[in-house]
Nanobody, 125 residues
Framework: QVQLVESGGGLVQAGGSLRLSCVGSGRTFSDLVMGWFRQAPGKEREFVAAITWSFVWSLGRTLYADSVKGRFTISRDNAKNTVYLQMNGLKPEDTAVYYC??????????????WGQGTQVTVSS
């Protein structure tokens, strides 16, 4: 079974940076996309960013939520089977549990097949 494990969350001051990591294991051929979602207390889980997962010689296609565009960068390291979310210029409203997910399509909807347990990101003012 596919397993996704997030790490890198923590407490950071507004304007600071964090880099989240998601290490995958047991991925299937149908899981071509890795994405990040987040959920703040009392709110619905929302899409953050996604990137295509492929071993072909090409750059991964990316998709970002408007709320993080220009501040967050998603990237991948196929050799390490890891996807990263570099978060710069963090704001208190970015505070949430961040989840890693895998699925077949590059999409902002919630149609992803596997989910990690989440890592807490707290941004103080």
């Amino acid at each position: 079974q596919v397993q996704l494990v997030e790490s890198g969350g923590g407490l950071v001051q507004a304007g600071g940076s964090l880099r989240l990591s998601c290490v995958g294991s047991g991925r299937t051929f149908s899981d071509l996309v890795m994405g990040w979602f987040r959920q703040a207390p009392g709110k619905e889980r929302e899409f953050v960013a996604a990137i295509t997962w492929s071993f072909v010689w090409s750059l991964g296609r990316t998709l970002y939520a408007d709320s993080v565009k220009g501040r967050f960068t998603i990237s991948r390291d196929n050799a390490k089977n890891t996807v990263y979310l570099q978060m710069n210029g963090l704001k208190p409203e970015d505070t949430a549990v961040y989840y890693c997910a895998s699925g077949p399509n590059l999409t902002p909807d919630h149609a992803y097949d596997y989910w990690g347990q989440g890592t807490q990101v707290t941004v103080s003012s």
